[in-house]
Structure formats: structure tokens, C-alpha cells
């Protein structure tokens, strides 16, 4: 039933920003005009928009291989220079699928831009026309807003992604959540309690199955391994090992972390 919400709300947002681009970027007002009709317009690029689409699909699936590759090494060589780590926790393959997904469209989005463009050539103008014609808006005004904001939200999720990790080593632990400003460095005298949670209740109000482990720390931050550990129960009880050799504390059970 929740996927159906979900679904339908994200159809009724889709429909209500093409209202609202309809209303505030009209094509009446936009840079790019034709006297050609849409159906005119339609018969002679049709070719051109199937090619450029199997064009834009082949080239982001190659892109996305290529930056996953990349940002796997570059994550690897970030934390390669930290020191003192018996543990880490380095971002997951999601995380990295995610913004490679993301560079690897915007990079698309960009080049195609400049291939269409070169191809065209005289004809580019008429077919900046025909795209605010097809899409009833002005679309080549909102595609730059677009592409602005895909591309500030790409960089803040590789920013965020990237340096994202916990590491536990020998004499300290260091953390580094996600929009976090910098990485925080703790000794393990600086760890006051464990808890080892059996459940918790969902935004929806269900009670669910879900053990993990937290720790906090003398400045009232807290590790919580669902959103910074292996995101296995079982891998995160490797952590909390290590964690009760060095500091003798024994983890609390609890059904719930009420604090």
C-alpha cells in the first residue's frame, strides 16, 4: 500500500512542476521560436531524437561503469592514509552506484548538449524551438535550472559519499557521518556506554525487528551502526568487540533506545 502512495504522490509532483513550468516559463516568452508546426517538427527529428536517446542510454551505462571503478579507488586511497585502523567501515557500493549514477548522467547531459549542437548545426535553434514546443514550456530555460541543480547535488553527494566512513583502530576511533563537517577523532576512554538495541519503531509507526549497536561518546555524539556501521549485525559485533576489549564496558540490551 506505502509503494502506491509513493508512487502516486511522485506522479502528482511530476504533474503539478509541469503545471507550474507551464505557468511561470511560458513558451510565448521563450528565446527560441519556429512558424513550423510540432507535427512538422516531430517528422524531421524524430530519427535524430531516437539516436540521440540510444546514444545518451549507451554512454551513461559506460560512464557509470567507468566512475564506480574510479570512485572505488579513490575511496580506497583516501583511507589507505589513515592511521591506526584495526576496523573500518568504507562506503557502501550503494553509495558509489549512487553518484556514479548521477556524475555519469550530468557528464552525459553535457556532452550530448555539445554533440547535438555540433550536428545540428543550423538547424540547432529550430530544434531549441521545437523542444519548448514539445514539452509546452519553456524547456530550454528550465533544462539550464535543471542542470545547475543536478549538478550542486551531485557534488554534495560525492563530497558526502566519499568521505564518508568510521574507523576503529588500536587507541582511537574516528567517525566521519555524512554531511558532516570534517571527521571527528575520540580515544576510547571517551566512550561512557554500548547499548545493544533489539528493535525500533518505523516513521510509520511499526515496531521492527532491526538489532544494532550504539555507542556514545563524553560529548554526546553517538555511533549507531544503521547508519554508520557494515549495516550487518553479525559484521558490527566484530566492532563492538574490539570496542569492549579496549574500554572493559559491557553492552546494555535493550528492546528499545528510548534517549
Not at 576489549?245 to 540490551?253: G, H, N, Q, R
Amino acid at each position: 500500500m506505502e509503494n502506491y502512495i509513493v508512487s502516486f504522490t511522485t506522479v502528482l509532483i511530476l504533474f503539478g512542476l509541469y503545471k507550474l513550468f507551464g505557468k511561470l516559463l511560458p513558451i510565448d516568452k521563450a528565446e527560441y521560436k519556429t512558424e513550423k508546426t510540432v507535427e512538422e517538427l516531430r517528422k524531421k527529428y524524430l530519427r535524430f531524437d531516437l539516436k540521440q536517446l540510444g546514444v545518451f542510454v549507451l554512454l551513461t551505462v559506460g560512464l557509470v561503469f567507468i566512475l564506480f571503478k574510479l570512485f572505488s579507488v579513490l575511496v580506497d586511497l583516501r583511507l589507505s592514509l589513515l592511521s591506526d585502523v584495526t576496523i573500518i567501515v568504507k562506503p557502501y557500493p550503494e553509495m558509489l552506484f549512487i553518484i556514479s549514477l548521477f556524475s555519469g548522467m550530468l557528464l552525459t547531459s553535457l556532452t550530448m548538449f555539445a554533440i547535438s549542437k555540433r550536428q545540428l548545426k543550423t538547424d540547432w535553434d529550430e530544434y531549441l524551438a521545437y523542444s519548448n514546443l514539445k514539452y509546452k514550456f519553456n524547456y530550454v530555460k528550465v533544462s539550464k535550472y535543471t542542470i545547475r541543480i543536478f549538478a550542486f547535488i551531485t557534488g554534495l553527494l560525492i563530497i558526502s559519499f566519499l568521505d564518508w566512513y568510521s574507523a576503529f583502530g588500536q587507541k582511537e576511533v574516528k567517525i566521519n557521518g555524512l554531511l558532516s563537517i570534517g571527521g571527528k577523532t575520540y580515544k576510547y576512554s571517551d566512550i561512557t556506554k554500548i547499548k545493544d538495541i533489539e528493535r525500533l519503531k518505523a516513521p510509520n509507526g511499526n515496531i521492527v525487528d532491526d538489532p544494532h549497536f550504539i555507542i556514545e561518546f563524553s560529548d554526546g555524539e553517538k555511533w549507531n551502526s544503521r547508519e554508520n556501521g557494515f549495516a550487518s549485525y553479525d559484521q558490527d559485533s566484530y566492532i563492538i568487540d574490539l570496542v569492549t576489549a579496549k574500554t572493559k564496558i559491557e553492552p546494555i540490551e535493550l528492546e528499545f533506545d528510548k534517549e
